[in-house]
């Protein structure tokens, strides 16, 4: 079991979350300054940089936030599929190389057709992950070859592909900007096995990330590798639980209130093997295990990661600690308040859990 953890948070281009509705211009840049510095301040490790395919662009965002902040980390949302890949490969060079050494990248091969035709994309759902793992293949190489190389695959061909840039950072020795994956479907594990440095599940169960974990490992050992894990929540978190409780319960009320307002039907499940995760879990109960809350996940149909941990920042830590009993060590947490929840997360919740671990690892240590 690690000895570390790693906080993510997340940065958008303006305020939006379930609860607040999209006003002004689409990019708020004051916005975006100082969300990503109360990050960095609040203690959390890296930030995401989400993609949609309306939004403002991502990797433009992150650049924009690098250059405000110092040493928080960052972890850009991309879409195999809309970039060459050798081109792919050479922008996340440079942007680790302008940053620092601080680029990470979330490959999302696509849960949504709709989302994918948006910008042109017509490959069904196993197709995009086939896709993805040559795309990695190829800008693995692009990092790490010292000499031009030909490429011919199902989806890519180049001749004479190379990049003079390469990435500050290194993994096992070789030039690499650290590979976050996701993806639950039967198209995804092997994937995740064979390219992953990072595997991000949503926010579900414990018996289902065990499940989950449990899959994606032994792929990855199918390869010889290794891999870390992410779970995404959404904490909720009060002086006392009743009062956590209370603010989820107007949290739901404010969801339901906006959907109607923005005229939206409660949601249906996507594409998504992750989202239909969410909904399976929901349907043992809005409230599973110490304090997973799954209702507005059922609400808008599972879309993105949308289950809490509900209850003070004591409870809300010793209930991550129960993922990292599973081999957690990153946690991707975000408000329905995103900054002010930001700031409030880097006063109890993040500290605590950080001292959490560091206790039972010390204490498993002592015991070997």
């Not at 293949?137 to 001749?159: C, I, M, N, Q």
């Not at 020795?173 to 440095?197: L, W």
């Not at 957690?328 to 997360?345: C, N, W």
């Amino acid at each position: 079991m690690s000895d570390s953890i790693e906080f993510i948070g997340m940065i958008q281009a303006q305020k939006v979350s379930e609860i607040h509705p999209a006003r002004g211009p689409a990019i708020d840049r004051d916005y975006v300054r100082a969300f990503a510095q109360a990050h960095e301040a609040a203690g959390f490790d890296r930030v995401l940089v989400p993609h949609h395919s309306t939004s403002p662009d991502a990797t433009l965002t992150v650049a924009y936030a690098a250059s405000v902040t110092e040493r928080i980390h960052f972890m850009l949302a991309h879409r195999p599929g809309f970039v060459a890949p050798t081109l792919a490969a050479r922008q996340f060079a440079s942007l680790d190389q302008f940053s620092g050494g601080r680029l990470g990248v979330h490959y999302i091969s696509g849960g949504s057709d709709e989302e994918q035709k948006r910008d042109g994309d017509w490959l069904d759902h196993d197709q995009r992950y086939a896709r993805t793992d040559e795309y990695l293949e190829v800008l693995r190489k692009v990092w790490t070859s010292d000499k031009p190389f030909d490429h011919e695959g199902a989806h890519y061909r180049f001749k004479d592909a190379f990049s003079e840039v390469k990435p500050v950072q290194t993994l096992n020795g070789r030039p690499h900007v650290p590979v976050y994956f996701g993806g639950a479907s039967e198209a995804a594990i092997p994937v995740a096995g064979k390219h992953a440095d990072v595997y991000a599940l949503w926010g579900e169960s414990l018996a289902q990330a065990a499940e989950l974990t449990g899959r994606v490992r032994a792929e990855a050992a199918k390869q010889g590798r290794n891999v870390r894990f992410s779970v995404s929540f959404r904490p909720i978190l009060a002086e006392t639980e009743a009062k956590a409780w209370e603010r989820a319960d107007n949290i739901l009320t404010e969801t339901r209130r906006l959907r109607v307002v923005q005229g939206f039907g409660r949601g249906g499940p996507q594409q998504s093997e992750g989202a239909k995760r969410l909904l399976a879990a929901a349907e043992h109960g809005t409230r599973l295990d110490k304090r997973l809350w799954t209702a507005v996940a059922q609400e808008i149909g599972g879309r993105s990661n949308s289950t809490a941990l509900v209850g003070t920042p004591e409870q809300v830590a010793d209930a991550l600690l129960d993922y990292h009993a599973l081999g957690v060590t990153t946690f991707l947490i975000r408000g329905f308040d995103p900054l002010e929840d930001a700031i409030d997360y880097g006063r109890e919740l993040i500290p605590r859990t950080r001292e959490l671990v560091a206790q039972r690892v010390a204490a498993q240590r002592k015991a070997a």
